[in-house]
């Protein structure tokens, strides 16, 4: 397909009068991209308004002043004037250690298994 004069023209005027690629396409029997794309190679371009388009501005609204307690600072949080307890470690003797690992290892010891009999009987190692 290819463009003649005339068609042209009419493509240059609708777009110049605001009309969208869309209705040119419907009116000229040919694609909106075929249109999108002509107007490209023209290098017609127009925004994402038609340029007799004629926005009406609006003032931004003005904010209402919020209430003076909205505004106050919070309250600091109660916080205690207890100083917290700092654990400090105890001191251990050599003798107490020893003692506290060997009850550790008499309590880790596997338990004893019982027999159907009842009996009682020492684990296997």
């Known amino acids: 397909m290819s463009w003649d ?6 493509l240059k005027r609708l777009w110049a009068s605001g009309q969208s690629a869309a209705q040119i396409a419907r009116r000229l029997g040919y694609s909106r991209n075929a249109v999108c794309a002509k107007l490209t190679r023209l290098g017609l371009k127009r925004g994402h308004k038609p340029p007799t388009a004629k926005p009406k501005i609006m003032p931004a609204p003005k904010r209402r002043p919020a209430s003076l307690a909205a505004c106050a600072r919070p309250e600091a949080k109660v916080v205690s004037s207890r100083e917290p307890a ?3 470690p105890k001191e251990l003797s050599k003798h107490q ?14 338990p004893v298994q019982r027999h159907r009999s009842g009996t009682a009987s020492t684990p296997r190692k």
């Open 5 to 10: 004069a005339e068609e042209l023209g009419l």
């Open 86 to 88: 700092v654990r400090q």
């Open 97 to 110: 250690l020893y003692a506290m690992l060997a009850e550790a290892v008499k309590n880790t010891r596997k």
